[in-house]
Nanobody
């Protein structure tokens, strides 16, 4: 089994920054993909960003240029640096990892409001 523990969410004003972290533990040999989804009230869950084991990244168009995903393979941890936050970024953010199956974190709330 794989466990994911997220941290770093909270309340921030528009234009502010937050950094999310997600640490994986358990039966891990190597993690192919690590990433983040988000789900806003009344909306479907959407991919925010992902990073492969080789360092290749993908971002949703809505966050390009503002968010940066990175990973520390030695720590089995993925990070999401979020800058220039907007109210529409408000959502529950879920990290995930893909090994032989996909595993999800419990979610962390990000609220962007003045």
């Amino acid at each position: 089994q794989v466990q994911l523990v997220e941290s770093g969410g909270g309340l921030v004003q528009p234009g502010g920054s937050l950094r999310l972290s997600c640490a994986a533990s358990g039966s891990i040999f190597s993690i192919n993909v690590m990433g983040w989804y988000r789900q806003a009230p009344g909306k479907e869950r959407e991919l925010v960003a992902r990073v492969t084991s080789s360092g290749s990244t993908n971002y949703a168009d809505s966050v390009k240029g503002r968010f940066t995903i990175s990973r520390d393979n030695a720590k089995n941890t993925v990070y999401l640096q979020m800058n220039s936050l907007k109210p529409e970024d408000t959502a529950v953010y879920y990290c995930y990892v893909y090994l032989s199956a996909q595993y999800w974190g419990q979610g962390t709330q990000v609220t962007v409001s003045s």
